[in-house]
């Protein structure tokens, strides 16, 4: 069986303006003649094994997505990659997010993975306002059995348990913060970016579940969404309800109240900057974040608030507390079910040592000497028997 | 896991073979790839793939590469790509569970009637499956037919192999 130039050419052109490239561009980093590019786009040119080795490399995708007979473009990465303007300058990073979704779904269908449930739907809950928000938040904390405690790892509690696949993506120049998209399964993934201080990513994280569970499925919206900038004042009514879902989702009203008293009760009514720190710190967010909690349960002035975020760097202080702020990313993070599927895979021959560092994006030689050092099973990694 | 595969592929003279990274780097960390190659001079081809995945290799990377590009030079072996419209279907049947290299060095062989090369027990399994299947060796299959054809004492392959530093115990050259 064989493939004809005009279906190449097509998964070409898909891909090139996935990555926002125009065919100049593509030709004058080819060297080639945009009517070259064109041709081949069209199917009127064959495309070579070497030019296709370096459109590969240039679109960021690998080798096999230009020979897929039937694209498995969903409608909402299909969105993302229409909307996301040339506003967007670093636009590998959300071609990065869906080869990600495309590896991830690949690898549960090699293992035959159980399918995660979906996550419920309450667009149609006329679900608006904060308190619809606090609501919102409180059901799901229940649903999921989470009580009042900190939630320590939202990135795979959201993968694993919620059905929402969840990735942390390296972005320049900080063109997004948090992307939201439906898989060709329907699936919602989002994606938020790893370059940010991890208090700030839990929040992302937060952020875009309330718009999973309240907005992606909104009849008349789009199965996806990019926020560029997630801050605390947003003005939209979306995003106000985003916000507000993922504070009372991080910091549960109780539990916020309880620690308060505490605090004033063991400091004689005095809550210092390194008091917030501290709070922040034990929920996973930022002293920006935490101070806007208290002004929306009112037990912070908004003056108060407004000013925390001239005085001091929240950072500085945190770390001056001695608490480890886990450092931003270079590297995409996946989420543990996705590496453990993987590695399962790879265990039962499934999958070869090669394809393993791929899907987990690390250099295979490194890989072979980490899963060597590990003994057991994996001291003879990529060998034959 | 015990290896129920045999090599298929009895010496690089026997037909020409395509490189998979893993022996690559095998013979590249024994200091014996270029030794090697020249053995079978022109029997050898390299995927660009192949090429990309050894460039990639933070330590020993640019050595290899320029090793393989030296080869080319003297004509000792190949680079190949794929042949986009012949090939295509096969390597992304492949690529769904074995890596880059691994896929474009079988469909390579599979569509050019070549053997390979590969050390991987997957990558082995799948040229079994293909029908007709790829003819396969591994590392230590060609260090045997070098010593059967002459061109290395037994001591010889036992130093590279052992320089290699495979910890594999069921793998050995005899």
Redesign the interface.
């Known amino acids: 069986m064989t493939l004809d130039d005009v279906t190449i050419g097509a998964r070409l052109q898909i891909a090139r303006k996935d990555i926002g490239l125009t065919q100049g561009e593509v030709g004058k980093q080819m060297e080639l003649a945009t009517s070259t590019v064109s041709e081949i786009e069209a199917g009127k040119r064959s495309v070579t094994g070497g030019e296709l080795h370096q459109f590969a490399r240039l679109y960021h995708r690998p080798l096999a997505f230009f020979f897929e007979h039937e694209p498995d473009e969903s409608p909402g990465f299909g969105y993302l990659f229409r909307e996301a303007d040339l506003s967007i300058l670093d636009r590998s990073s959300i071609v990065l997010f869906h080869q990600l979704v495309r590896d991830y779904t690949q690898i549960e269908e090699v293992v035959e993975a159980a399918p995660l449930p979906l996550p419920p739907d309450y667009s149609r809950f006329g679900f608006r306002t904060e308190q619809d928000a606090e609501t919102l938040a409180e059901m799901e904390r229940g649903r999921l059995g989470l009580g009042d405690a900190p939630v320590k790892d939202l990135m795979n509690l959201l993968d694993a348990i919620v059905g929402i696949k969840a990735f942390l993506v390296p972005v320049d120049h900080q063109s997004w913060s948090g992307i939201v998209a439906r898989d060709k399964g329907g699936r919602p993934c989002v994606a938020v970016n790893a370059k940010e201080e991890s208090y700030r990513r839990n929040f992302a994280l937060a952020h875009e579940y309330g718009h999973v569970l309240a907005h992606l499925a909104k009849e008349g919206l789009p199965a996806a969404r990019i926020d560029r900038a997630i801050n605390l004042a947003q003005r939209s009514a979306d995003e106000s309800f985003a916000n507000a879902f993922a504070s009372a989702f991080l910091m549960p009203r109780p539990a916020i109240l309880g620690q308060l008293d505490r605090v004033l009760g063991a400091n004689s009514g005095q809550f210092t900057d390194a008091d917030l720190a501290h709070l922040a710190m034990q929920f996973g967010v930022s002293g920006q974040a935490l101070s806007a909690r208290l002004v929306s349960l009112r037990k912070l002035p908004r003056h108060v608030h407004d000013e925390y975020g001239n005085r001091r760097s929240f950072s500085d202080l945190a770390k001056a507390l001695g608490y480890e702020l886990e450092d931003w990313s270079l590297k995409p993070t996946l989420p543990a079910r996705f590496r453990y599927l993987a590695l399962k895979a790879f265990e039962e021959s499934r999958i070869s040592l090669t394809k393993l560092a791929e899907l987990l994006r690390v250099n295979s030689d490194e890989l072979r000497r980490r899963l060597r050092s590990a003994g057991g099973t994996w001291a003879e990694a990529g060998t034959t028997g | 896991?015990?290896?129920p595969?045999s090599p298929t592929v009895t010496s690089p003279a026997q037909l020409p073979l395509v490189l998979d990274?893993?022996v690559v780097?095998n013979f590249h960390r024994a200091d014996g790839l270029s030794r090697i190659l020249e053995l079978w001079s022109g029997r050898w081809l390299v995927p660009?793939?192949v090429r990309d995945?050894a460039a990639?290799?933070?330590t020993e990377g640019k050595r290899v590469v320029s090793a393989l590009e030296d080869r080319r030079e003297r004509r000792v072996l190949d680079f190949?790509?794929?042949?986009?419209?012949?090939?295509?279907?096969t390597?992304?049947r492949l690529?769904?569970?074995?890596?880059?290299?691994?896929?474009?060095t079988i469909t390579i062989a599979y569509h050019r009637h070549y053997g390979v090369a590969l050390?991987?027990?997957?990558?082995?399994?799948a040229c079994h499956r293909l029908v007709p299947p790829v003819p396969w060796t591994?590392t230590e299959g060609l260090l045997q037919c070098a010593v059967a054809e002459g061109y290395l004492t037994r001591d010889q392959a036992r130093a590279i192999w052992a320089a290699m530093g495979?910890?594999?115990l069921?793998?050995q050259v005899p």
Request: hydrophobic letters at 35%; a negative charge; glycine letters at 6%.
């Open positions: 896991m015990q290896n595969l990274s893993t780097s660009l793939q995945e990639a290799w933070p190949a790509a794929l042949d986009p419209r012949n090939e295509g279907l390597f992304a690529s769904r569970t074995l890596g880059q290299g691994e896929s474009a050390d991987d027990y997957p990558a082995q399994r591994a495979i910890l594999d069921k793998r």
